[in-house]
């Protein structure tokens, strides 16, 4: 069946240093791909979304590339600040309805 | 615009209690979303409306949950009898036009505790 996987966290990083977050698919169709983010205690909110292969989506400092090849969207920002400390979903949607398939998040922790 | 709007946003009940769960999309999206965050299982679709018509109630996870959506302005997610496994986040989500392409719109969540 169609489903995400991202890297396990937490993920723990110093301010200002680069992030990758990796999330790979697996999709019958060609699907949509999103980044959503939830900052605690709070609900999610998207961040980036590429619709096609080869699509850049970006956002707040934050880039992932649509890469039908390897089924990958990996989340990359090059330098974090502590306010980025969340918890990151990648997710994947085709069906007509929007049905979004998440990744199960990957919490991200930024250190000044 | 106000967002999408859900309440309670913290419930605590006694196992077999009936618990409502209420949202309010944002006005003009035609497609509602309920989805369920624990732990164990991430976050999982239980059903989404299409112009307050159920269309897949597939992620349900059994009879004890019932939703409705009586008009484009609001939702209801009922569990009757509850029980303590179903202790959780609920998200309700909006979208305008319900293609793959299109973004979701969350509300900030209702925590259930059921004890």
């Known amino acids: 069946g169609d489903s995400v996987t991202q890297m396990e966290g937490p993920v723990t990083l110093s301010e200002e240093a680069f992030l990758t977050i990796n999330c790979t698919y697996t999709a019958t169709g060609y699907p949509s791909l999103f980044w959503y983010v939830q900052y605690p205690g709070e609900g999610l909110q998207l961040l980036l979304k590429?619709?096609?292969?080869?699509d850049k989506g970006s956002n707040k400092g934050f880039e992932a590339t649509y890469r039908k090849e390897t089924t990958s969207f990996h989340l990359e920002k090059g330098s974090v600040q502590v306010s980025d400390s969340a918890v990151y979903f990648c997710a994947l949607s085709y069906n007509q309805g929007g049905k979004l398939i998440f990744g199960q998040g990957t919490e991200l922790s930024v250190k000044p | 615009d106000a967002g999408v709007i859900q309440s309670p946003r913290h419930e605590v009940t006694e196992m077999g209690q009936e618990v409502t769960l209420r949202c309010k999309p944002i006005?003009?999206?035609?497609?509602l979303f309920w989805y369920r965050q624990t732990m164990m299982r991430g976050l999982e679709l239980l059903i989404y409306?299409?112009?307050?018509?159920?269309?897949?109630d597939s992620g349900m996870p059994e009879d004890r949950f019932s939703a409705k959506m009586p008009n484009a302005s609001f939702s209801t997610l009922k569990i009757q009898p509850s029980e303590p496994r179903d202790s959780a986040v609920y998200f309700c989500a909006s979208s305008s036009a319900g293609g793959y392409t299109d973004t979701q719109y969350f509300g900030p969540g209702t925590r259930l505790t059921v004890l």
């Open positions: 590429a619709t096609k292969a080869d």
């Open positions: 409306f299409n112009n307050n018509v159920p269309i897949d």
């Open positions: 006005s003009g999206h035609d497609y």
